[in-house]
């Protein structure tokens, strides 16, 4: 399953900031990221972790990983990812920023597919 991946963002976030509605946001306000990129992933030969362009995916669960990240905007993230099978992950970025001194969450829906 190494190799080259295309990563494919939802075009749109859920976020919501204290005290405020749910909305749906532009996901490159939050990831400052073009919506499709390619993404080269390296597993390890146990499994048990793959690496991307700048970080580890450790197993949690059958099929499950999990990594952290910052984007450019100071934004945090944990990221889950689900493997379906030898050519598609899906995934979610859930994580915070703060906007005008309020903490605020978002939810970024994204696919990872092989060979494509």
């Known amino acids: 399953m190494s190799g080259a991946w295309t990563l494919t963002y ?3 976030a859920n ?3 204290h005290g405020t509605r749910n909305v749906a946001v ?3 306000e939050i990831t400052n990221e073009p919506l499709t990129r390619l993404s080269r992933l390296t597993f390890t030969r ?3 972790a793959f690496d991307d362009d700048q970080r580890r995916f450790t197993w949690s669960a059958p099929n499950v990983y999990f990594g952290t990240r910052t984007f450019e905007t100071r934004a945090s993230a944990q990221i889950y990812l689900t ?3 030898n ?3 899906t995934g979610q970025i859930v994580g915070s920023f703060t906007e005008r001194r309020l903490p ?3 939810t970024i829906d994204f696919t990872l597919t092989h060979g494509s």
Do not use: L, M, Q, Y
Request: aromatic share 4%.
């Open 87 to 89: 050519r598609t992950i």
């Open 15 to 17: 976020a919501s900031c």
């Open 26 to 28: 532009p996901t490159v």
């Open 83 to 85: 493997v379906v099978d």
């Open 46 to 48: 146990d499994g048990e």
């Open 104 to 106: 605020c969450s978002f």
């Open 10 to 12: 939802s075009p749109t």
